[in-house]
């Protein structure tokens, strides 16, 4: 079964600070890879994916993420944090055929402190 | 464009009252999706539709409902109303004209069964 964990539940970074957020995913082939944000009391925003090609990807907002093929990992970095970051983020997998049924990690909570 | 809109933000439920969430979306995308996402979850899925007249059940479908009737909208129905169902639940939609595509969420609806 297809699955992604998200092994940190709460990070907390000071203002200026790098980002990492860990992402691993369980499946039969490579999937589609996406970075979700959901602010306080909003929806999920995209904030990157990757489909095919350079495994490095660039988003919005200054994130990026890489796919690691060899580690079924899908990092999220980011080189400085500003305070709007925080929030929660979501790393999900979708099927590469068929109605791209996505399956969502736990989330990790991101706090920044000033 | 309006995007995905979800109606109502808030809602209480006694046990056994039955609801219906709304969904509407304005960009004429064919798949739709309703997912909960519960405290400290990522979020799982309910039902997803692929087109008017088509849906299919998610990970987690017992108590829920949908139709598709039209292309805009998905409303989801919960006939009788469990604590176990008090979650946020989510909208989304998409336009499958090619694969991992994005999926375009709307703001949530919060449920209390009390």
């Known amino acids: 079964a297809q699955s992604v964990t998200q092994p940190d539940i709460h990070i907390t970074v000071s203002e200026g600070a790098s980002l990492e957020l860990r992402c691993n995913y369980s499946?039969?082939?490579?999937?589609?890879l996406f970075w979700y944000v959901q602010s306080p009391g909003q929806g999920l925003q995209l904030l990157l994916k990757?489909?095919?090609?350079?495994?490095l990807v660039q988003g919005i907002k200054g994130f990026e993420a890489e796919f690691k093929r060899s580690q079924s990992s899908f990092n999220l970095r980011k080189p400085s944090v500003h305070w709007s970051d925080a929030a929660e983020y979501f790393c999900?997998?979708?099927?590469?055929?068929?109605?791209?049924?996505?399956?969502f990690g736990q989330g990790t909570r991101l706090t920044i402190n000033p | 464009n309006a995007g995905v809109t979800q109606t109502p933000k808030f809602r209480i439920l006694k046990i056994g009252q039955s609801m219906t969430l709304q969904c509407t979306q304005d960009?004429?995308?064919?798949?739709m999706y309703w997912y909960r996402q519960d405290p400290g979850m990522g979020l799982k899925l309910i039902y997803y539709?692929?087109?008017?007249?088509?849906?299919d059940k998610g990970e987690v479908p017992n108590g829920y409902n949908v139709s598709r009737s039209t292309t805009e909208d998905f409303p989801l129905r919960l006939e009788l109303a469990a604590p176990s169902q008090t979650s946020v639940y989510f909208c989304?939609?998409?336009?499958?004209?090619?694969?991992?595509?994005?999926?375009?969420f709307g703001p949530g609806t919060r449920l209390l069964v009390l």
């Open positions: 989304a939609s998409t336009n499958l004209a090619g694969l991992g595509e994005t999926q375009y």
């Open positions: 499946y039969g082939a490579t999937p589609y």
């Open positions: 990757y489909f095919s090609g350079d495994t």
């Open positions: 999900a997998v979708g099927a590469r055929q068929g109605a791209q049924k996505l399956v």
């Open positions: 960009m004429n995308h064919n798949y």
């Open positions: 539709s692929v087109g008017a007249g088509i849906t």
